[in-house]
C-alpha cells in the first residue's frame, strides 16, 4: 500500500513525509485552493474536518455545533445549537432549555438529535425520557416497556 498526500497537497520531498497545500496559502483544513485575482484562496475544506467554507474570509471554520479545541472541531454540548466551548453555550438548540448558566437541555419526553439539525426531538408516545427514536429509558405512569418495538 502506498500513502499519499490528502487532496489538494502535495509531498514537500524532505523524506520526512510532509504534506503542504498545492499552491495556497489558506489554511491547513482547506482540501482544494484557486486563484481568486492573484492571490490563491481555500475554495472547499476537507469533509472529514467538521469545518465548512466561510466566505469572505476563504478560512475552514468549524461548522456550526462544533467549536475548535486546539485544532480539532468537537462538538458543542446536547442540547446546544452554538458554543465558544465544551461549557459555554452562546445558542440553544431548537426546543430546548436555556440554564441561564451557559448550558442547555431538552424537556422531559424529548432527546437530543443532530440531523438533519441540532433539536429536541419528543420522544415516542407513551415515554417520559428517551435516548432516541427507538429507545425509551422511562415509560409514563401506567405504562411498561416491552422489546418488540
Request: glycine share 8%; hydrophobic share 25%; net charge neutral.
Amino acid at each position: 500500500m502506498t500513502c499519499l498526500c490528502l487532496p489538494g497537497f502535495v509531498d514537500t520531498k524532505d523524506g520526512k513525509g510532509s504534506c503542504v497545500q498545492n499552491g495556497c496559502s489558506a489554511d491547513r483544513f482547506c482540501q482544494d485552493c484557486d486563484d481568486a485575482r492573484g492571490t490563491k484562496v481555500c475554495i472547499q475544506c476537507l469533509a472529514s474536518s467538521n469545518r465548512i467554507l466561510a466566505i469572505p474570509e476563504y478560512a475552514c471554520l468549524c461548522k456550526e455545533g462544533f467549536f475548535d479545541d486546539a485544532g480539532t472541531c468537537k462538538p458543542c454540548s446536547s442540547g446546544c445549537a452554538k458554543c465558544a466551548n465544551a461549557t459555554v453555550c452562546e445558542r440553544c438548540a431548537v426546543a430546548s432549555t436555556d440554564n441561564r448558566n451557559g448550558s442547555c437541555n431538552c424537556p422531559a419526553t424529548f432527546f437530543f438529535a443532530t440531523e438533519p439539525i441540532r433539536f429536541c426531538k419528543r420522544c415516542n408516545q407513551y415515554c417520559l425520557q428517551c435516548s432516541s427514536n427507538n429507545n425509551c429509558d422511562t415509560c409514563l405512569p401506567g405504562f411498561s416497556a416491552t422489546n418488540n418495538g
